[in-house]
């Protein structure tokens, strides 16, 4: 009884009421294919985004001094009909070579934030993993360059073509191979959609440990090849834990048989590891095993108003020590995020107070009684300690929905006014919106930011991840204008540097911060890595690196242009 | 009120009984240093154990058909001298060479279960990084074979040297270098012991996310180069998932800087994975930097009686359900273990009854009254069904450890009567205890199995970790017969590698595993594998594998006849 009236009392002081439960965005996978405006995994650096009606600029044209490497072949006739061949299926191949199919080749070219574009002229889709090493060894033996796509749902240009890459297309590898219900252990092609792996699982009992906003389209293949972070990962860790085995082609056609289903196996190095997060440059991820937990039948979410970043860390620390294991989300949003959704959606603010900043606390168990009287509990104490200034927790799955939106919406509403700078960054907790604040004044003194069409800066805004120390700094803007990007960069990559962040919490490197892996890692990491892809696929060719282990040639065909 | 009765009729049915409270082992981390027999993490292999009167057989000897290597240089007084102006403290070296020092040595000569003894006449103890730099450097550039060592609590005679390398014994690397409260990141030399690591987590509120017997003498280096697995994994998962980031030394004094303490950070290649379990073949590892969780406040410990392994496999399936997120641990031992626990520390059973397995079950949460209902629900689940015949709960910690004792008191118990043959594998769950009756028959069919001195083996026992999938097999012997191991290998291996299990799920491989690896990973696996080696630390010396990217010659010397 004692804890009841604990609640009773956490319900008065918390002036906790229900959360709005008007509909605030469609749903997120929808918005994907419906906008060029971003959704929660859209949050990269994205310069001067157009609008919908405007073709999407060549690669090659945005960065004009990256150019076609001589060394890789043309295309031939003898080549298409070679792949026809091989893959047997029409569908197959999708062939620009000896036809014109522009129209056809388009969605495999441009990436769906419409910032890359490339000028492939041939699609492989192979519907094994011993077609595509068959593929990959035609191409290193004809010098042929390749881009493994998933879903193409990346950020950063990585899985779409700079030049007249082909591309190797995973979508037709979409097999779910099995399920142990006993240990929770998923083998699935590279090519079957993380959404589509989730509800199987879920008509099991289980759920994948990630979920992203692009859920409904990207493949656990590219997931795994750019090492996702996602909504999960406060809770279910990073894929380098969860992934217990991979299936990959090197560009020699090697076959990397390492799909082990068990989550212990000391028997030599964890190769699997170099491919989670390589973004395709050491070859091609086939097949993964993949360890999923039990999935929470109880989910409560709150949403919080606070006084302080100060604040913010304490509640966040209150918030792991008294939740501690149903904690799965623990997210940011400032104030200048909060006025933006609210100015473009219009939508009832889920708390009638204002403050300068906003958390939303998601927890996810097996028993909702335990859970709620945890959450009351916990919300009790932040709101008697001064931590925490007013609340509200969502009372069924529409507003759980709705208060999420509040936070999945920033993305899509930031680019209501035309242009939005992403920066997608991880930073030591106790700075991480120090950041925001001096990029905010820097613009601020520059003159950039104000209400009126005359200032290019609508505004400088910061959320994200807290759980993972992953900041979204974000800067809205009416414009393209040189001005606001001088101000920008490289300070906000210096700052990181400074602190020892990353440039890239989850979004990985591709084409768009391939030149910027400076500031968040030494000359000396950068030399190790190139050693690396060097021993797969060579980019420079001096002796002893054309050669793989048993001899073959190979020649860095491997997502050139990209990665570092 | 509901749940309230429900607990009482699960009391009823269940008939729990207070545990027994004598205290049935010593600490473990004491009868590490008392007896050669085994606790929790002695499971490898352990052939012929000898008394520890005996003094320990040379490896050499043991092992004739390995020589040493020719091109490795034989230490003179030169070199030592450069070792001690190089490490100025007169404490960072041990020096056999220019005097007698054999009762110094032995204890980095010889392992801890006195199955492993090198010749070496040099032990050296760097105080930091810069000084592992210059030590290795020389080392390279003099061919100068070298055994990195931490706590020397391995299991598989891999951090004891084979001839006259060189110890490097990271002791003297033991400082704490940072903790941060609010994202649970702990930075450590590689040197720091992980009870002591764990101990200053503690009194912050937090726990090191691995836990195993050796605690009180194993380094966070050797755990990390090992990949252990030990007591926490089921819950805090492997340490490629908490491992943020590693500092290490290349043989030829490259510093690899790649301390991140971020939890994202997706820019390039995740190089430190391949520190983590690569038993110092490729560098010594000298920082680590590891995200730590909260420490759980309520701890419960039940323990069952079932009817057969189809029903253990129910029950476990059953708590990763309803415990959910509190479970972390669910542990599996055989009657015959029990059994052997009983015949030597006659202390009282747990329980009344007598079964075929017995099933160990521990939650850890933030909410002792959630965790005891949700446990009670628990039990009275798998009473009803009768999945569960019998089962107690512990009342109180030293019922805790009481329950606890039985089994990991398994290993020690074993010993007692000479020798014990000692498989760690992994195994898909459904066929696990398989190889335990597939073993026990084909030792009793030989008739090696018997109660009286003229049979060799006292039992055939299996007991491990339920949750990670990991059996340890283990045959309790009187005395070494080689018709005993004429029965064991390779069926053993052979049944693994048709299950594609793995040989060492959480040992390592070490000396005693090296010629094994082929029954657990392919000749491709094997291969890639080589080209890592070579790619850092060449052992075969064509061209191009004998310079490192920087054009510096590298000779093989990191712990060489081990590993793969």
Redesign the interface.
Known sequence: MA?RSRVSLALRKTRISPASTSKLFRPLIQARYQSTATTEDTEGIAKGTTGTSKTIKFTSETYPSIKRDSKFAQITEEHVNHFKQLLGAESAVIDGVTKDATDDLEPFNGDWMRKYRGHTKLVLKPGSTEEVSNVLKYCNDNMLAVVPQGGNSGLVGGSVPVFDEIVINMSRMNQIRSF?????TLVVDAGVILEVADGYLGER?HIFPLDLGAKGSCHIGGNVA??A?GLR?LRY??L???VLGIEAVLPDG?????L????????????K??F???EGT?GIITGISVLCP?R?SAINVAFFGLESYEKV?LA??EA???????LSAFELMDSHSQDLVHNVTKNKRPLESEHPFYCLIET????S??DN??LEKFLEYVMENDIVSDGVVAQDSTQVKSLWGWREGIPECLGHWGGVYKYDL?I???ELYDLVNETRDKITAAGLLGDTPDHPVVGVVGYG?MG???LHLNIATRRYDKSVEKVLEPFVYEWIAKR??????????GLA?KNY?GY???Q????????????YDPVCLP???SYD??GNEVNGIMNPYK??
Do not use: W
């Open positions: 804890s142990d219900e006993i240990s929770g009992g750019t090492n972070g990962l860790g990073s380098h834990g969860s090697t076959i990397v048989d390492d082990s289903k068990l989550r212990k196996n000391n028997t030599g190095y964890d190769l590891q170099l989670i997060g390589a050491i039990q929470s860390q966040f620390k792991k020590g008294q939740l501690s294991e149903i996810s168990g097996s028993n009684e335990h009287e945890k991880s030591p907790i106790a991840h993972d120390s992953n020892s962040g990353s440039i890239s919490a989850e979004h990985g490197l911060k892996i968040s890692r030494s000396t990491m950068i030399g190790l890595m190139k050693q690396i892809k060097n021993l002796p002893p690196f282990m048993s990665y570092i």
